[in-house]
């Protein structure tokens, strides 16, 4: 009988977990997609390349969608069963809620286990894939677009025009080129009445084909000028043919190695190891400051005057150094001061640069663990909170689920917020979001056992008519 109930109660909810997750996924997806989809698109990326970019970012959010399923699948499952009376029906039966949550419970905390594994070693990769791969097609150029009436500059060394092209765009019309490539500006140009175009050598070249034209060619030398040109040939042609290399078209992988000093890029392990790292260069600069400031006082004595004759007189300042000496002096002492404070200065932006830098380290460090354990802690208010509502499908525990996720998704900015401002540590400031809504959740996990009502009228109704009861005792008492 049990094996059966956790056997039903583990599949509902694998079912609702998976759906809710794929849905997040899909829409958190589509908004990072969107925020790079200028710098993608007419890149002539191939479905491969789409692919691949999906995937890594769809690994890359998975941390922050497991929570928010685990979450929303927790009150569809338990809402759905409270709805139906068949969690009143188990209950009667005599299992506790707590028996019956274990599975899901189980099944949580291993989720959370693995994601700390994920976070450590499969998040990091694919940081690495997605943001090189992304740098890549950002630096790809624009795919062959001759538009009529535009010049055209994609192809390096060359800017071209038509005005007019065929549906299929193999024929061109009243074409002008202008050859940049021998870096003599303007000086060399190519007009045609029309032209066909196609690819070569496995689309590495462009072939165009010219008909019915004419090149122009200014002959410059030092004697020469831009007005009055040395030489001008020109040549006529029935047709002629133009090879373009489309080298410049190619994605061209840039070495991972280049982006694995990023944080984002980087296991724990290694956070920890940049973190201590961090920790010696600002030490090693405090003891630099220390040293390098002694460079910019003057002494005036250099050896021991103790032992030097005491001689009784009054003498003032004044007597002691002429006034040219005391401007030198004063001078002297005031550049000094001037080089001091500027390096001081320099010394202490180093130190402010080194420190954010740790800070953003143990932001990515303890972030791992938090987004882990946050899986367990949303079930912990999902679970026990669909119990309570006794509501499934996608409507109530779906705006429900958002609320607190937003509520989760503040605490935790707040603190990321600190640590990243050195305000607090990263241990206590990343952990903010998490221990700011266990309470919550033991708190409806406590309220679900004794089958509160705390979100039906009637409870308020009962509670508030207490209150004013023990009120009026009060003051019948005082009175």
């Not at 997605?130 to 677009?145: F, G, H, V």
Request: a positive charge.
């Amino acid at each position: 009988m049990i094996k059966k109930l956790d056997l039903f109660i583990f599949k509902t909810f694998i079912v609702n977990f998976l759906m809710t997750v794929s849905v997040i996924t899909f829409i958190f997806l589509t908004q990072t997609i969107l925020s790079y989809l200028n710098e993608l698109l007419g890149k002539g990326l191939t479905i491969l390349d789409w692919i691949k970019i999906l995937s890594y970012f769809c690994l890359n959010l998975l941390p922050a969608t497991f929570p928010l399923g685990i979450l929303l699948a927790g009150l569809i499952t338990f809402g759905g069963l409270g709805e139906f009376n068949e969690l009143t029906v188990i209950k009667s039966s005599g299992i506790s809620l707590i028996r019956i949550i274990m599975p899901i419970f189980i099944f949580a905390a291993s989720l959370s286990i693995f994601m700390l594994w994920f976070n450590d070693r499969v998040i990091p990769y694919a940081n690495l894939k997605a943001y090189s791969l992304l740098y890549d097609l950002r630096q790809k150029k624009l795919s062959l677009n001759l538009k009529d009436g535009v010049f055209y500059q994609g192809i390096p060394g060359y800017s071209i025009r038509i005005s007019g092209k065929s549906p299929d765009g193999t024929m061109l019309k009243n074409i002008m080129i202008y050859d940049h490539s021998q870096g003599r500006g303007n000086t060399d140009v190519i007009l045609a009445d029309s032209a066909m175009m196609y690819m070569a050598m496995n689309n590495r070249y462009l072939v165009m084909e010219l008909f019915d034209g004419a090149s122009y060619n200014e002959q410059q030398s030092e004697t020469s000028n831009p007005i009055n040109p040395q030489q001008f040939i020109r040549n006529t042609f029935k047709k002629n043919k133009l090879v373009f290399s489309l080298a410049s078209f190619d994605l061209n992988r840039t070495k991972e190695e280049l982006f694995s000093g990023n944080r984002l890029m980087k296991n724990g392990e290694e956070l920890s190891k940049g973190i201590d790292s961090l920790s010696n260069d600002a030490k090693m600069i405090h003891q630099q400051a220390e040293l390098g400031s002694k460079a910019y006082y003057y002494y005036l004595f250099q050896n021991d005057t103790i032992k030097s004759p005491y001689k009784k007189g009054e003498v003032s300042l004044s007597v002691l150094i002429d006034k040219d000496k005391k401007a030198i002096a004063l001078s002297k002492a005031v550049q000094a001061a001037r080089s001091v404070k500027a390096y001081a200065e320099g010394q202490a932006e180093r130190l402010d640069q080194i420190e954010k830098e740790k800070n953003l380290y143990k932001v990515s460090k303890y972030e791992k663990y938090t987004q882990a354990w946050a899986c367990l802690v949303l079930f912990l208010i999902g679970a026990p909170l669909g119990a309570i509502i006794k509501k499934g499908g996608l409507g109530v525990p779906v705006l429900i689920s958002i609320c607190f996720f937003i509520l989760y998704y503040v605490f935790s900015m707040v603190g990321q917020k600190w640590t990243r401002e050195g305000i607090v540590e990263g241990y206590i400031g990343m952990w903010i979001g998490n221990v700011a809504m266990l309470p919550v959740g033991l708190f409806f996990l406590r309220q679900a056992k004794n089958d509160s009502r705390i979100f039906e009228s009637d409870f308020y109704f009962i509670f508030f008519d207490k209150i004013k009861k023990i009120v009026k005792r009060i003051f019948l008492r005082n009175k």
